[in-house]
């Protein structure tokens, strides 16, 4: 079973540069939700989405953006990086039943902006 | 404004003793926690939950304990073993889909 799947799983950007981190699953969720987690500061919210064509911020939205064109994938794309992103980035998609205890994370994609 | 709050970075503990990990929040409008734990270079895992009608909830070795009136959850780990050693996140959640999660505490279990 694939779960959910990002890629890529690492990169290396200039400041200034664009780029999208792809995330998909396959369990038919319509739930998915992209996080970063920084170094003593967990896991922060950046957008989420509850079914396809809906999508809503979280707690750092700034400097990205979202689609939902589809329930399978949920792109997270950084329209000018800096700096400041380079940060461990979560994708994470969940089911129906009690809020969370569904919830799927990627493996994670390592961001380095330059 | 940090909603959920997890004060201790870092937990040692012997093989065999109780873990205990704390975690605060502040929203009185939350009204379900989860704990998740995460291995480096791995995505975060489910582990346990608890929901704000419940004061306490157990699986095998975990169990959670939430104190409603002082906006607090703990997650005690017993008996605590090598492989526990991880960075534990609590989270919670407002009736809504989005999950607001703590800064972690790394647990890190000896022999």
């Known amino acids: 079973n694939a779960g959910v799947t990002q890629t890529p799983k690492f990169q290396v950007l200039k400041t200034g540069q664009s780029m999208t981190l792809q995330c998909a699953q396959d369990m038919n969720h319509e739930y998915m939700s992209w996080y970063r987690q920084d170094p003593g500061m967990g896991l922060r919210l950046i957008h989420y989405?509850?079914?396809?064509?809906?999508?809503d911020q979280g707690e750092v939205p700034n400097g990205y953006n979202v689609s939902r064109s589809t329930t399978e994938d949920f792109p997270l794309r950084l329209l000018s990086a800096a700096p400041s992103q380079t940060s461990v980035y979560f994708c994470?998609?969940?089911?129906?039943?009690?809020?969370?205890?569904?919830?799927?994370f990627g493996e994670g994609s390592w961001l380095t902006v330059v | 404004d940090q909603q959920v709050k997890q004060n201790s970075p870092s937990l040692s503990v012997q093989e065999g003793r109780i873990s205990i990990l704390n975690c605060d929040y502040t929203n009185s409008m939350f009204d379900y926690f989860l704990w998740y734990k995460k291995y480096p270079a791995e995505g975060p895992t489910f582990l346990i939950s608890i929901s704000s009608i419940k004061d306490k909830n157990e699986d095998g070795r975990f169990t959670v304990f939430l104190n409603k009136s002082a906006k607090h959850l703990s997650l005690h780990i017993v008996p605590s073993q090598p492989g526990d050693s991880a960075v534990y996140f609590c989270?919670?959640?407002?009736?809504?889909?989005?999950?607001?999660f703590g800064t972690g505490t790394r647990l890190q279990v000896f022999p």
């Open positions: 989405s509850v079914g396809a064509g809906i999508t």
């Open positions: 989270a919670a959640s407002a009736s809504t889909d989005k999950l607001i």
């Open positions: 994470a998609s969940r089911g129906g039943g009690e809020a969370g205890n569904t919830i799927y």
